[in-house]
């Protein structure tokens, strides 16, 4: 590995670069690097060459799918790429670039526009209260229109936009930019790679267009600045200085949004945004104090200078072969050289830096220390996962970490050999270490091990994934769903055990009343025994009789809960009655009266938000209605109608693939567990018959609800 240079606080730039899958970050970021010399060759996203878009799963299906790092050394400065997925199945990634950075570049397709994912990573944007610049990408292509782009960013984004670059020509015409604060056109060389242009005056036909953005530029910076405002309303020149100065402040503030353009696939812009991005992007020292948690709940403010107790928050962990695991970590006080030792402070485990690194895509170069602001890649830390804090020894120190969505999409997966379930467990544990938003679990009640994600994509390249390092081929399937029994009515029966062997018999008589409990209140039992007809030590075996044969269920298998049992009378026997024997009889007595009682099958019930746009709306009730919901209310939620319904966990199984389908992937979902309630007769014979034929997994166990 190469050693590479350390950049002061002061000349660091951490941007994450956001947008729609498909609208250009990769190959913006690919363009930038290569324009700067610190990437020798530029890449392509088609050809499985791109720079932060590296993993086999990415290459085979043309998408970033995980976070990436790249950086490059521009005026000075050295500008972290943090590349983010645009795909909402990867969202948490994307929400990890987003943690760790001091500013955006929002990338837009000059052909579609803002798409659904461009609206998803701007919320998260403005949640962290990022400084934005905002680059309409691919303007070579075929229908491209810089207008369209800004007004649609206006309407849909932020009207606190702004062009501080116009194109020259559209599509195969496109051949410059006009710079409106120097007010000079570049005319970029065809048929190269490197970004060259000559500079040149603003041409004729474009000056009337060029003087309309620059004036609405002007007036929208002076706004923001009171001194800047007297001045030109007075008629005074603003020197490019004074305006990019005031450009800066009002980003800060959230007040001004400058937008950009270029073709990436050949470096056309890139060198205009690298010097944009070092000279309006804040370093780490101009964003807000971090907040930690020190000893004895104590909050210390980090303020990302390296006089600051050392403080870094690990955002990704990755997995290399012939490497294993690496930790990649962005500082946000103190410095760290290479050999040092740390303190994870998350875990309380001593750590040791060897082979300290900064990420160049899939390239590491070694360097000897990094300053507060950086980000940094570190191998083989024995006990440091993603969302945890590295501190100084003797100084804890705890960072708020990635806030992950939560899955919301299950499928039940098994090994497609036998034998590979433990092997099959290490893997998917490995693969929820990589990525937070995977997990998966053994269901003991269900029999199934249950994997979650955010997606179908999500949940199919996770498995991928699982086969390439791990070697092991699932077969994927619907989850189990947890039905419940209950009765609607009382009943009472006698249970009798009489067994004679050749030696000594076994004998237990037991009369057993069941009555249903409000739902939600479980089991209960009730001795009512007078007089000894049973002993006292034999009924705590009816009890358990009781509880054994509810467990296996009554119509179709399933636990059966909120109902009191009650053991009001019986006999024994002084030689034959044991345990065992009036453990038989309270089975007996409990089927029995089971019989009586009127058993039903209960379902899970979800309560489920789904957060829509107006125009998707009825698409979104009628699929609910089809699926058994019923609609509690609508209300405004923002920009969106919150839809709240119950439905039962049955009818949800990919359901939020098909809420993409139906909203353009523009609505979201939340469910929660809500209540069990009885199935509709019609849909009884099913589960019976699909308990015949040993559909279902082994019963027991407490409720363990989960995302279908």
Same mark, same amino acid.
């Given at each position: 590995m190469a050693s590479a240079p350390s950049f002061t606080t002061d000349r660091i730039r951490n941007v994450c670069v956001v947008g729609h899958g498909g609208s250009g970050k990769t190959t913006l970021v690919d363009a930038c690097c290569y324009s700067s010399g610190t990437s020798k060759r530029q890449g392509s996203v088609d050809d499985g060459t791109a720079l932060t878009m590296f993993t086999p799963e990415e290459t085979g299906h043309g998408i970033s799918m995980n976070v990436?790092?790249?950086?490059?050394?521009?005026?000075?400065?050295?500008?972290n790429f943090i590349d983010t997925p645009g795909y909402l199945d990867f969202l948490g990634e994307t929400r990890a670039g987003i943690r760790v950075a001091d500013g955006a570049l929002v990338c837009l397709s000059a052909v579609n526009g803002v798409e659904v994912g461009t609206e998803r990573v701007w919320e998260l944007v403005q949640e962290r209260s990022l400084p934005a610049i905002l680059f309409v990408s691919m303007m070579d292509r075929q229908n491209a229109d810089f207008e369209r782009v800004y007004q649609d960013v206006r309407e849909h984004l932020t009207p606190k936009a702004i062009p501080v670059e116009v194109p020259i020509g559209t599509a195969e015409d496109f051949r410059g930019i006009v710079n409106l604060f120097s007010d000079k056109a570049h005319f970029y060389h065809e048929n190269t790679q490197t970004g060259d242009y000559d500079e040149e005056d603003v041409p004729p036909e474009l000056q009337a267009m060029v003087d309309r953005y620059y004036d609405e530029l002007i007036e929208t910076i002076a706004a923001t600045d009171d001194n800047l405002l007297e001045h030109y309303l007075e008629g005074d020149t603003i020197t490019r200085d004074e305006a990019l100065h005031a450009l800066k402040q009002a980003m800060l503030r959230g007040e001004l949004y400058p937008v950009f353009c270029g073709a990436p696939t050949k470096t056309w812009g890139a060198r205009a945004l690298l010097s944009k991005l070092v000279e309006l992007m804040p370093s780490p020292q101009e964003r807000p104090a971090e907040l930690a948690q020190g000893r004895n709940d104590?909050?210390?403010?980090?303020?990302?200078?390296?006089?600051?107790?050392f403080a870094a928050l690990v955002f990704k962990t990755t997995s290399e072969p012939h490497v294993g695991e690496l930790s990649f970590f962005r500082i946000f006080g103190g410095s760290v050289n290479n050999g040092a030792e740390v303190f994870n402070a998350t875990r309380e485990k001593a750590e040791k830096l060897s082979h300290l690194s900064i990420p160049q895509g899939r390239e590491r170069l070694e360097v000897e220390g990094l300053r507060a602001g950086d980000i940094g890649v570190v191998a083989k830390l024995k006990d440091t996962h993603t969302n945890d804090s590295l501190s100084a020894p003797g100084h804890p120190l705890v960072l708020a970490g990635v806030q992950f969505?939560?899955?919301?999409? =299950?499928?039940?997966?098994?090994?497609?050999? $036998? /034998?590979?379930?433990?092997?099959?467990?290490?893997?998917?544990?490995?693969?929820?270490?990589e990525d937070p938003c995977f997990s998966a679990e053994y269901? =003991?009640?269900?029999?199934?091990?249950?994997? $979650? /994600?955010?997606?179908?994509?999500?949940?199919?390249?996770?498995?991928?994934?699982?086969?390439?390092?791990?070697g092991v081929e699932v077969v994927v399937k619907a989850p189990r769903i947890p039905y419940r029994e209950t009765f609607r009515v009382g009943g009472e029966a006698q249970g009798k055990h009489k067994k004679q062997t050749?030696?000594?018999?076994?004998?237990?008589?037991?009369?057993?009343?069941i009555r249903p409990l409000p739902r939600g209140e479980g089991y209960r039992f009730t001795d009512a025994i007078v007089g000894g007809v049973i002993p006292g030590k034999f009924v705590p075996a009816v009890d358990k009789g009781v509880q054994e044969a509810a467990a296996r269920g009554i119509l179709a298998g399933f636990p059966v809960v909120d109902f009191e049992a009650e053991v009001f009378f019986g006999s024994y026997h002084t030689v034959?009655?044991?345990e065992q024997a009036f453990k038989m009889a309270g089975i007996l007595a409990f089927h029995a009266a089971a019989e009586k009682a009127q058993p039903v099958i209960l379902e899970p019930i979800m309560q489920v938000d789904v957060f829509t746009p107006d125009d998707f709306l009825g698409d979104v009730i009628g699929d609910l209605n089809?699926?058994?919901?019923?609609?509690?209310?609508?209300?405004?939620?923002?920009r969106n109608q919150r839809v709240r319904a119950l439905v039962p966990q049955s009818e949800l199984y990919k359901y939020s693939t098909t809420l993409r389908s139906l909203s353009q992937g523009r609505a979201t979902h939340t469910r929660t567990f809500h209540a069990y309630e009885e199935v509709p007769q019609h849909e009884v014979p099913k589960l019976v018959e699909a308990a015949k034929k040993g559909a279902r997994g082994a019963g027991g166990g407490p409720l363990t609800p989960f995302a279908s």
């Open positions: 990436s790092v790249a950086h490059a050394a521009w005026m000075d400065s050295k500008i104590t909050v210390v403010e980090i303020r990302n200078l390296n006089s600051d107790p969505p939560e899955p919301d999409i =299950a499928v039940a997966v098994e090994p497609a050999t $036998r /034998g590979e379930e433990d092997k099959l467990a290490v893997g998917l544990h490995k693969l929820h270490e269901n =003991a009640e269900l029999g199934q091990t249950i994997a $979650r /994600g955010l997606g179908e994509l999500h949940l199919e390249v996770q498995l991928e994934r699982l086969k390439r390092k791990n050749g030696g000594r018999g076994q004998f237990g008589d037991a009369h057993v009343r034959d009655s044991s089809q699926r058994r919901g019923h609609i509690l209310g609508i209300e405004p939620a923002g």
